[in-house]
Structure formats: structure tokens, C-alpha cells
């Protein structure tokens, strides 16, 4: 209750935040995917129905609201499964990074991501931050899969998040072969392998 004894109305402020600041991370998203080589600050601003102000008050950079923008939606379309069974539990983790990769666009725009993370420190922060937590979701199936016995104890699986993150970059920088369903059962059975003959 109030000093007035009538009752507080809830602050809404934090919601209507979190609202604009995923308005804009959408929004550029929608943009960059739109073929738009030059997205602007002006231009998100202006999809969002925000100030630039606002967006320079969450984000020091356009390139940090771009690389948060495609971390965002990457962390909302890959679910984690628990089969019982580490290697259906890898194909599915690793099927469902790749769908989005099918798209030309979207691996246009991670490796554009990556380049710019080489000149702006605030795009690879962001981009560090995602891949450690790719990483640790990763590590936990492979985790759990050896507290099941299906990896011996002495299975490395830093180095086996390593090399699975490692094939799904190579392939989105080179563009030598695809990210489909056939390669996320692959490269799942392949880590498995891995870990197997790893710990001997």
C-alpha cells in the first residue's frame, strides 16, 4: 500500500524494456534478412519505434546489436532433447543448429559476423559470449551421455565440443559441403567414435 493507502500499481517499466530492446533485436534481424547490405541504426530505430538513443543506451555498436540480433534467435530455435541415448541426443542438438544454416542469407550473415568480430571488439564479446554458451549446452549433452557410460571416463569432451563447433564453422566459412540432416548424424556418431577411441 501507499503512503495514501491505496494500493501500488505494478511497474511496467522493466516490461515495456524488455519489449523494445526484443523489438529491436527482431527488427534487425528482419532487416539484415531482407538483403539490405547497410542496415542502419536510423533504420532499425525506425522499425522498432524506438529513438536512437535508446538503442545506443543498450548497445555500443551497430555490429553489437547485429551479432546479438542473429545470438538471440539462435538460442530460441535450438532445443535440447534427452532420449536416453547420447547420439540421438547429438543428432538432434546438432540437426537443429543446422537448419537455420541451410539458409544463404542467414550464412551470409555469420560470416559477416565473424569479420567484423575481427574489428570491433564489442562484436566479438557478443559473439564469445554465445559460443560459450553453445558450448556449455553442447558439453552437457556429451556430459550426460558419459554419466550413462555411452563415453568412458576419460573421454576429452572439451576437445570434442571443439571439433563439432569446428565443422559447423568450416562449413559456413568455406561453403564446401552442407549442414543437412546427413551431416548432423555424422558428425554426431563421429564424436561418439571420438570419444571412445580418445580415452584408450
Given at each position: 500500500?501507499s503512503e495514501e493507502?491505496?494500493?501500488?500499481?505494478?511497474?511496467?517499466?522493466?516490461?515495456?524494456?524488455?519489449?523494445a530492446?526484443?523489438a529491436?533485436?527482431d527488427?534487425?534481424?528482419?532487416?539484415?534478412r531482407s538483403?539490405?547490405?547497410?542496415v542502419?541504426?536510423d533504420a532499425i530505430?525506425r522499425?522498432a519505434?524506438?529513438?536512437?538513443?535508446?538503442?545506443?543506451?543498450?548497445?555500443?555498436?551497430?555490429?553489437a546489436?547485429?551479432?546479438?540480433a542473429?545470438?538471440?534467435?539462435?538460442?530460441a530455435?535450438?532445443?535440447v532433447?534427452?532420449t536416453g541415448?547420447l547420439?540421438?541426443?547429438?543428432?538432434?542438438?546438432?540437426?537443429?543448429?543446422?537448419?537455420s544454416?541451410r539458409?544463404d542469407?542467414t550464412?551470409?550473415?555469420?560470416?559477416?559476423?565473424?569479420?567484423?568480430?575481427?574489428?570491433d571488439?564489442h562484436?566479438a564479446?557478443?559473439?564469445?559470449?554465445?559460443t560459450?554458451?553453445?558450448?556449455a549446452?553442447?558439453?552437457?549433452?556429451l556430459?550426460?551421455?558419459?554419466?550413462?557410460?555411452e563415453l568412458?571416463g576419460?573421454?576429452?569432451?572439451?576437445?570434442l565440443?571443439d571439433m563439432?563447433?569446428?565443422?559447423l564453422?568450416?562449413?559456413?566459412?568455406v561453403?564446401h559441403?552442407?549442414?543437412?540432416?546427413q551431416?548432423?548424424?555424422s558428425?554426431?556418431?563421429?564424436?561418439?567414435?571420438?570419444g571412445?577411441?580418445?580415452?584408450?
Open positions: 500500500m493507502g491505496r494500493p501500488r500499481r505494478p511497474h511496467t517499466g522493466r516490461r515495456r524494456n524488455d519489449a530492446r526484443q529491436v533485436l527488427v534487425t534481424l528482419d532487416l539484415m538483403g539490405n547490405a547497410d542502419t541504426i530505430a522499425a519505434g524506438v529513438g536512437r538513443q535508446t538503442i545506443y543506451r543498450w548497445w555500443p555498436s551497430k555490429g546489436v547485429a551479432a546479438e542473429l545470438a538471440s534467435h539462435a538460442r530455435t535450438v532445443p532433447s534427452d541415448s547420439t540421438a541426443d547429438l543428432t538432434a542438438f546438432l540437426a537443429a543448429s543446422f537448419v544454416l539458409d542469407r550464412r551470409s550473415l555469420l560470416r559477416r559476423m565473424m569479420a567484423a568480430a575481427q574489428a571488439e562484436v564479446a557478443t559473439l564469445a559470449d554465445f560459450a554458451a553453445r558450448r549446452t553442447l558439453r552437457e549433452l556430459s550426460r551421455g558419459q554419466a550413462r557410460g568412458p576419460g573421454a576429452d569432451l572439451e576437445m565440443t563439432a563447433y569446428g565443422v564453422w568450416y562449413r559456413v566459412l561453403g559441403a552442407p549442414l543437412d540432416d551431416a548432423a548424424k558428425l554426431a556418431t563421429c564424436l561418439v567414435a571420438a571412445a577411441a580418445g580415452a584408450r
